[in-house]
């Protein structure tokens, strides 16, 4: 018997691709605080539009703590903790040759 786990959607609006850089390119509510179970999804959803993601800074207020690297559709995803000013409630997210997703994040929980 083969049981089959279902993962919940990514919770993501993203704004259609611009003619040139703007500061938020859309926002993600995670369902939990743990960055390391909730980034691999939401890896999976980018990649069709940013490619592989190879850097990750995000809000170390929102985040348990978790590892400094990733491994995700075999590559090493980098993962960055800030607590400045310009990471808060977002995260951001780069692609080699690409450029970079940066994203309002919902906190956990909010209704």
Wanted: aromatic share 4%.
């Amino acid at each position: 018997m083969t049981s089959t786990v279902r993962t919940p959607p990514v919770r993501l609006a993203l704004l259609p691709p611009a003619g040139g850089p703007r500061r938020i390119d859309g926002v993600w509510w995670p369902r939990t605080r743990d960055l390391a179970a909730e980034l691999p999804a939401l890896l999976t959803v980018l990649a069709a539009r940013w490619g592989r993601v190879t850097h990750v800074t995000a809000d170390s207020d929102m985040w348990l703590a978790g590892p400094p690297h990733l491994l995700h559709d075999n590559s090493t995803v980098r993962v960055n903790r800030s607590g400045r000013e310009g990471h808060r409630r977002t995260i951001c997210l780069v692609s080699p040759g690409i450029g970079r997703c940066d994203l309002t994040v919902v906190p956990p929980g909010t209704a």
